[in-house]
Each structure stands twice: as structure tokens, then as C-alpha cells.
């Protein structure tokens, strides 16, 4: 995510002008996930991201300045979830100066951020099936033949599952990913089936036939 600012200021009555356009940036991006807010006093101005998201995220704070004093170059720092970072303080010379700003975000969620996001969206998707932790999810591809052969093994041997359609259904094919890539964030394509169960998610199973075995044992 980008965003760009600008501000300039050529004497003593354009501040006024200046901090009602500061107000409106502001409640402007009330709405974004990452803000970044400017406090001027009579000798500084203060850069402050604050995050509204659930996740860390990186910042990167780029300033193109004329006169203001103490900036060296692009900033990167890491805002805590539901926090606020200061970034930088540059000083306020006399006489005219501006400035004008863009910045960079991304998640970069810690590792307990990353378990309590996987839980959270596991139970979203186990909310919308009335499912629960127990359940075993079984996430097809149509037409998959190692996907039928699954359905028809636990049929056979009388194991309540769920059996959802990755393929064609934009949210299971999405739940699916998301989970999986909170373990492999490089995961683009997977093997199906793709099997949900307790807190393990099984996908590219090589021998499927013994995992099927392993797994009906471990349900009667």
C-alpha cells in the first residue's frame, strides 16, 4: 500500500491553511489500516504511524524536504498491531520550508500473530459450516480422481466429514489458502485433496492411501 503527501508553507498565515489540511487528511484516512500523522510545534515536526490493524506492520517512510532538518533518507520501521510508532522528528528552521512525503506499508505479522490469526479465521470458516473443531474437512478439486477416492474411502468406512468444493468456491478455495499459507506463505497450487482435521491441515499428501488409513483409525 502507498500514499502520498504533500505541504508547503511560505509564511506565518499559511500554517493555519496548513493544519486544516493536516485535520482533513487525517479524517480522511480514518478508514485505512495504516495512518500517517504529522504533529508540528513552533521548532519540529513529528512523523507518526499508527496502525489500526490486528497485525504488525513495516512502514517505510520516504520525505523529499527543503530545509526542515535531520532527515537522511527512507525510514523502515515495524508498528505494532493496534499501535503507534514514531518515525521521525525533523526541525523547523526559520523561514520558508516544505515537504512532501510518500510511504509504504505491508503485514508483517509476529508469530503469535500469525497463530491467533490462523484460529480466528478457522473458526469464521468453522462457524459458517455450524462445524466445530473436531470436524474433518476434506477440500476437493472437481473432477480430481485422488479427491473421489478419498470421498468413497471414508464413506465406505462410515466417517462423518465435510466435503467442499476448492475449485469452483471462491470462499472455500480462499479459507483453504489462507490457512495453508500462514504455513507456507509461497504456496501458489496444492494436490487435492486437502484435508482439514483438529489443528492440522494436510495438503500435497503423497501417499494418500496410507494417510486415509492413518486417519480412519484415529476417527472410529
Not at 523561514?95 to 512525503?101: D, K, N, V
Not at 476437493?140 to 478419498?150: D, K, N, Q, T, V
Request: hydrophobic share 35%; net charge neutral.
Amino acid at each position: 500500500m502507498m500514499k502520498a503527501q504533500k505541504n508547503n508553507q511560505t509564511n506565518i498565515i499559511y500554517n493555519f491553511f496548513l493544519m486544516s489540511l493536516l485535520s482533513l487528511q487525517l479524517l480522511h484516512s480514518q478508514n485505512e489500516e495504516i495512518e500517517l500523522i504529522t504533529q508540528q510545534s513552533d521548532s519540529s515536526l513529528t512523523f507518526i504511524a499508527k496502525n489500526s490493524s490486528d497485525v504488525t506492520n513495516q512502514f517505510t517512510l520516504d520525505i523529499i524536504v527543503k530545509n526542515l532538518i535531520g532527515y537522511q533518507g527512507p525510514i523502515t520501521k515495524l508498528i505494532p498491531a493496534n499501535g503507534s510508532e514514531q518515525i521521525i522528528v525533523l526541525a523547523i528552521p526559520e523561514g520558508p520550508w516544505s515537504y512532501e512525503t510518500n510511504y509504504t506499508y505491508k503485514a508483517a505479522p509476529t508469530k503469535e500473530e500469525l497463530i491467533r490469526q490462523k484460529k480466528r479465521i478457522k473458526q469464521e470458516f468453522l462457524n459458517s459450516l455450524n462445524a466445530n473443531e473436531s470436524t474433518l474437512v476434506v477440500f476437493y478439486g472437481e473432477g480430481c480422481p485422488r479427491s473421489i477416492y478419498a470421498k468413497e474411502m471414508l464413506e465406505r468406512k462410515k466417517i462423518p466429514f465435510t466435503y467442499l468444493d476448492a475449485s469452483s468456491n471462491e470462499y472455500y478455495s480462499k479459507v483453504m489458502f489462507e490457512l495453508i499459507r500462514q504455513k507456507e506463505p509461497n504456496v501458489e497450487r496444492v494436490q487435492y485433496p486437502v484435508i482439514m482435521v483438529d489443528d492440522q491441515l494436510e495438503y500435497d499428501i503423497e501417499n494418500l492411501r496410507w494417510y486415509l488409513k492413518q486417519l480412519i483409525a484415529t476417527r472410529k
